[in-house]
């Protein structure tokens, strides 16, 4: 085939047309049809021959005779009964010749691979047995293996070998790239029909070719996509390496629209997505697969084909059946959103801190020169004040290409937001403190939460920034929108993974918002438990989207909704409720005063739990819920609990209980609210219907130290509320229960245990272990037909 039917074939001239009327195409096509385009036009139907299959010699021992001799006499000393003696030698088939291991006799020289003039197998009779020629100008090389197949596989090596030198060659000074072209079909070919089996096999051809374009920079556009669908089959099962992988970012970024990028990468950036490991190996794989991407959202439909793109990764099924896939393409998007702002950070040590950020103490000398930043005041009054003032700070202004980062604070501002906060803020005044005591950063919250009388940070990003910015946030949505993927993604974001800039980003975190309210909407523990912090001391989403937070764009509604998914499933509650009580009580009181039914909820578990131990702070969220309807009713089904409650604890009544086989949550609640059960120490529902719903009224037995729970419905949840509330149990039957370690985890707060039915459970033999570490009373355990046994 000539270079004008490649041209023909590949679509020829601009493909910008084609590429139009494709784009228009993808987004109505399924997810099959997206997997045909990435059918590259030159795709053969059947790469290997039949036959034996050898895997490619790099070393390996062999008998060597070399025999000096005229052409002519070569058939009579082969046939000769007197054949020249053999030398055994251990030969490495190297890069660009033969050699031995030890350079002697026959094999002194290294037999350079471009001397082989050809190489042949002696398979006629009274030849030598599973013997090898090698003619060399004067002479011959004869090599005996051992068997027939070892000689196969040193002839098929040693063929590959000399090919693969000559292409080197040949490729090396390239005149022209019409025969270039040809031979690099040709080395395709090579490779795909060899009988050899190794990764080397592919690899070699796509390292020849990727060393040949980045030594010749001024090729053609037509000339690269000549040669991208020409070596397009090797690509199907195999990575690219890492300077074609360059060679491929620059096409797509200069060629977006060709069909090269559909046809010959889709297939390329599945086979990369699925099987990748480890991008920290091979940086430039991801750095290809962002840019394929990036080229996906520049034809006409845009987004349309990403998200088509996406579906084809996670399969019509429910499940998608490659584990690879979710980790490299959340991957890709924080690479793709931390390199949109990139020179910012790379200029984080020339600019304020976050602890200077709130403290406004760096002054213009003690900064290095080429901060990126722009200090603004935040008002004119302001500005004319600090004109007129001597000890004013200069606005320094830098421009930058790629982010413009305005920051207002002055040193005025700062004062004045000292003295007035000072009498009302005491723990705000002592933060100041100790950041200015302290080479420590401060929290990432406290940092960009300056005061409100300040400017807030403002992040601009340019055009091609917010484009790329925009594609990757909405593939994170994407991926929040399959269920199958959503644990997996909730666990790699929970250690937020973003730069502290994006998260001063308005446009960002805007965007983001939509992710962690997926997050916030999923009943399963193990997604929206990731809102929180991965550690103490760290903030999480819960903090950020919280109102006062940094991402906070709203009046609480994404913070009410992850409350409200928290409090159902965090089994630490009274933990929980405190840290809102500290930290966001005055948002919790501003919620349930417009209404919020989970606020109202919170408000009231509060008052229950005797969490506020200030009397005001009880009283005015009292007068909260009494200036709603929906506070008032709680409030008051809060105050009849609370007399059931007194009066239940009133001393008297049995001191041991059993109740009837096959009763219910509901009979349990209908006999405690029947009297006085103060003085109840030991309790039996063995084999009834219970469930963790009826924990709510054992907690409020006082002096309860037995619960024998024995093959009922009683799980996790309700294990959870005990431990945190039944401190003083000392016996607790579980038998035939189906709780598992995620409950009995929690049973290792209850420090007054003494004897513990855990037979027949789901408990595990490292979660036994650690209940024994953290029970010290604990003396009688039973964990017989568990894995703990």
């Given at each position: 085939?000539?270079?004008?039917?490649?041209?023909?074939?590949s679509g020829?001239?601009?493909?910008t047309?084609?590429?139009?009327?494709?784009?228009?195409?993808?987004p109505?096509?399924?997810?099959?049809d997206?997997?045909?385009?990435?059918?590259?036009p030159?795709r053969r139907?059947?790469?290997c021959t039949n036959?034996?299959r050898?895997?490619?010699?790099?070393?390996?021992?062999i008998?060597?005779c070399?025999?000096?001799h005229?052409?002519?006499?070569?058939?009579?000393?082969l046939?000769?009964?007197?054949?020249?003696r053999?030398e055994?030698h251990h030969?490495?088939?190297?890069?660009?010749s033969?050699?031995?291991a030890?350079?002697?006799g026959y094999m002194?020289?290294a037999?350079?691979?471009?001397?082989?003039?050809d190489?042949?197998?002696l398979?006629?009779?009274n030849?030598?047995k599973y013997?090898?020629q090698l003619?060399?100008?004067?002479?011959?090389v004869?090599?005996q293996?051992?068997n027939?197949?070892?000689?196969d596989?040193?002839?098929?090596?040693?063929?590959w070998?000399?090919?693969i030198y000559?292409?080197?060659?040949?490729l090396s000074?390239?005149?022209?790239?019409?025969?270039v072209l040809?031979?690099?079909?040709?080395l395709?070919?090579?490779?795909?029909?060899?009988p050899?089996?190794d990764d080397?096999i592919?690899?070699?051809?796509?390292?020849?070719?990727?060393k040949?374009?980045?030594?010749?920079?001024?090729?053609t556009?037509?000339e690269?996509e000549?040669?991208?669908?020409a070596i397009?089959?090797?690509?199907?099962?195999?990575?690219?390496?890492?300077?074609?992988?360059e060679?491929?970012c620059?096409h797509c970024?200069?060629?977006?629209?060709s069909?090269v990028?559909?046809e010959?990468?889709t297939p390329?950036?599945q086979?990369?997505?699925?099987?990748n490991?480890?991008?920290g190996?091979?940086?430039?794989?991801?750095l290809?697969?962002?840019?394929?991407?990036l080229?996906?959202?520049e034809?006409?439909?845009?987004m349309?084909v990403?998200k088509?793109?996406?579906?084809?990764?996670?399969?019509?099924t429910?499940?998608?059946?490659h584990?690879?896939?979710l980790?490299?393409?959340?991957?890709?998007?924080l690479?793709a959103i931390?390199?949109?702002y990139e020179?910012f950070?790379?200029s984080r040590?020339n600019s304020?801190?976050?602890?200077?950020i709130?403290?406004?103490c760096q002054q213009?000398?003690?900064?290095?020169?080429?901060?990126?930043?722009?200090?603004l005041?935040?008002s004119?009054?302001?500005?004319s004040?600090?004109?007129n003032?001597?000890?004013r700070?200069k606005?320094?202004?830098v421009?930058?290409t790629?982010?413009h980062?305005e920051?207002?604070?002055?040193?005025?501002v700062n004062?004045?937001?000292?003295g007035?906060?000072s009498s009302?803020s005491?723990?705000?005044?002592?933060?100041?403190?100790s950041s200015?005591n302290?080479?420590?950063?401060p929290?990432?919250?406290?940092?960009?939460l300056?005061?409100?009388?300040?400017?807030?940070m403002?992040?601009?990003l340019?055009s091609?920034?917010?484009r790329?910015l925009g594609?990757?946030?909405?593939?994170?949505?994407?991926?929040s929108?399959?269920?199958d993927w959503r644990?997996?993604?909730?666990s790699l974001?929970q250690p937020?993974p973003f730069p502290k800039?994006?998260?001063?980003?308005?446009?960002f975190t805007k965007e983001?918002?939509?992710?962690?309210?997926?997050f916030?909407?999923?009943?399963?523990?193990?997604?929206?438990?990731c809102l929180?912090?991965v550690?103490?001391?760290k903030?999480?989403?819960?903090?950020?989207?919280?109102?006062?937070g940094?991402?906070?764009?709203?009046?609480?509604?994404l913070?009410?909704s992850?409350?409200?998914i928290?409090?159902?499933?965090c089994?630490?509650?009274?933990k929980?409720?405190?840290s809102?009580?500290?930290?966001k009580?005055?948002?919790?009181?501003?919620?349930?005063l417009?209404?919020?039914?989970?606020m109202v909820?919170i408000?009231?578990?509060?008052?229950?739990?005797?969490i506020?131990?200030?009397?005001?702070?009880?009283l005015?969220?009292?007068?909260?819920?009494e200036?709603?309807?929906?506070g008032?009713?709680?409030y008051?089904?809060l105050?009849?609990?609370?007399r059931?409650l007194?009066?239940l604890?009133?001393k008297?009544?049995p001191?041991r209980?059993?109740?009837p086989?096959k009763?219910?949550?509901a009979?349990?609640a209908?006999?405690?609210?029947?009297?006085s059960?103060g003085?109840?120490?030991n309790?039996?529902?063995?084999f009834?219907?219970v469930t963790?719903a009826c924990a709510e009224?054992l907690i409020k037995?006082p002096?309860l130290?037995?619960?024998n729970?024995?093959?009922?419905?009683?799980g996790?949840?309700g294990l959870?509320?005990?431990?945190?509330?039944l401190?003083?149990l000392?016996?607790?039957n579980?038998?035939?229960?189906?709780v598992?370690d995620a409950?009995l985890l929690?049973?290792?707060?209850m420090?007054?245990?003494?004897s513990?039915?855990?037979?027949?459970?789901?408990?595990?033999a490292?979660?036994?272990e650690?209940?024994?570490?953290k029970l010290?009373?604990?003396?009688?355990?039973?964990?017989?037909y568990?894995?703990?046994?």
């Amino acid at each position: 085939m000539s270079a004008m039917d490649l041209n023909s074939s590949s679509g020829g001239g601009d493909h910008t047309q084609g590429s139009e009327d494709r784009s228009c195409l993808l987004p109505e096509s399924s997810a099959s049809d997206l997997n045909k385009l990435g059918a590259a036009p030159c795709r053969r139907a059947n790469y290997c021959t039949n036959g034996m299959r050898y895997k490619l010699l790099q070393e390996g021992d062999i008998q060597v005779c070399v025999i000096r001799h005229p052409r002519t006499f070569l058939s009579k000393i082969l046939t000769s009964k007197f054949l020249r003696r053999w030398e055994p030698h251990h030969l490495t088939l190297a890069d660009n010749s033969l050699a031995s291991a030890t350079p002697a006799g026959y094999m002194e020289n290294a037999i350079s691979y471009s001397a082989i003039e050809d190489i042949q197998l002696l398979s006629w009779e009274n030849a030598p047995k599973y013997c090898l020629q090698l003619t060399i100008p004067g002479g011959t090389v004869l090599l005996q293996a051992a068997n027939s197949y070892l000689r196969d596989q040193w002839f098929h090596s040693l063929q590959w070998k000399k090919k693969i030198y000559k292409y080197k060659k040949v490729l090396s000074n390239p005149s022209r790239w019409e025969v270039v072209l040809k031979e690099i079909r040709t080395l395709v070919d090579m490779a795909l029909f060899s009988p050899l089996q190794d990764d080397s096999i592919h690899q070699a051809p796509l390292e020849i070719v990727s060393k040949l374009l980045s030594e010749n920079l001024k090729l053609t556009t037509q000339e690269h996509e000549n040669i991208i669908v020409a070596i397009a089959p090797l690509l199907e099962n195999n990575h690219p390496p890492p300077d074609l992988c360059e060679f491929f970012c620059k096409h797509c970024r200069e060629r977006p629209r060709s069909m090269v990028v559909i046809e010959v990468f889709t297939p390329v950036v599945q086979r990369i997505l699925k099987h990748n490991m480890d991008f920290g190996k091979c940086p430039r794989l991801r750095l290809f697969t962002q840019e394929y991407i990036l080229a996906l959202n520049e034809l006409n439909a845009g987004m349309e084909v990403v998200k088509k793109f996406i579906h084809s990764m996670h399969g019509p099924t429910g499940q998608c059946p490659h584990p690879r896939v979710l980790p490299n393409l959340v991957a890709v998007c924080l690479a793709a959103i931390y390199s949109c702002y990139e020179e910012f950070i790379n200029s984080r040590d020339n600019s304020p801190s976050l602890k200077e950020i709130r403290n406004g103490c760096q002054q213009q000398c003690d900064r290095k020169p080429n901060l990126p930043l722009r200090l603004l005041h935040s008002s004119p009054d302001l500005v004319s004040q600090e004109v007129n003032s001597d000890a004013r700070m200069k606005s320094i202004i830098v421009n930058s290409t790629e982010i413009h980062v305005e920051l207002g604070r002055s040193n005025m501002v700062n004062q004045k937001l000292k003295g007035s906060t000072s009498s009302s803020s005491t723990s705000t005044s002592t933060c100041t403190s100790s950041s200015s005591n302290s080479d420590s950063e401060p929290s990432l919250i406290d940092c960009l939460l300056v005061s409100p009388t300040c400017s807030t940070m403002v992040i601009e990003l340019s055009s091609q920034a917010e484009r790329v910015l925009g594609c990757y946030v909405e593939i994170l949505k994407m991926l929040s929108d399959y269920d199958d993927w959503r644990p997996a993604l909730a666990s790699l974001l929970q250690p937020i993974p973003f730069p502290k800039e994006a998260l001063a980003h308005v446009k960002f975190t805007k965007e983001l918002k939509y992710v962690i309210q997926r997050f916030a909407e999923d009943p399963r523990q193990e997604v929206h438990s990731c809102l929180l912090s991965v550690r103490a001391g760290k903030d999480g989403w819960f903090q950020l989207y919280s109102p006062g937070g940094v991402a906070c764009d709203d009046d609480g509604e994404l913070f009410a909704s992850m409350v409200h998914i928290l409090m159902g499933s965090c089994y630490k509650t009274k933990k929980f409720l405190l840290s809102l009580a500290e930290n966001k009580l005055g948002p919790c009181m501003l919620l349930a005063l417009r209404g919020n039914q989970t606020m109202v909820e919170i408000l009231c578990l509060m008052l229950e739990y005797n969490i506020i131990d200030n009397n005001d702070t009880q009283l005015q969220i009292i007068s909260t819920l009494e200036s709603t309807d929906v506070g008032k009713k709680m409030y008051e089904q809060l105050c009849d609990r609370q007399r059931e409650l007194k009066e239940l604890q009133r001393k008297g009544g049995p001191t041991r209980l059993t109740l009837p086989s096959k009763s219910t949550d509901a009979d349990l609640a209908r006999l405690l609210s029947s009297g006085s059960f103060g003085n109840l120490e030991n309790l039996s529902l063995a084999f009834t219907n219970v469930t963790s719903a009826c924990a709510e009224q054992l907690i409020k037995l006082p002096s309860l130290k037995q619960l024998n729970l024995w093959s009922t419905q009683f799980g996790d949840a309700g294990l959870r509320v005990l431990s945190e509330h039944l401190t003083s149990l000392q016996v607790l039957n579980l038998c035939e229960t189906p709780v598992t370690d995620a409950g009995l985890l929690a049973l290792s707060s209850m420090r007054s245990l003494c004897s513990l039915n855990m037979n027949s459970t789901k408990l595990s033999a490292d979660t036994y272990e650690d209940l024994k570490a953290k029970l010290p009373n604990l003396k009688e355990v039973d964990v017989r037909y568990t894995e703990a046994w």
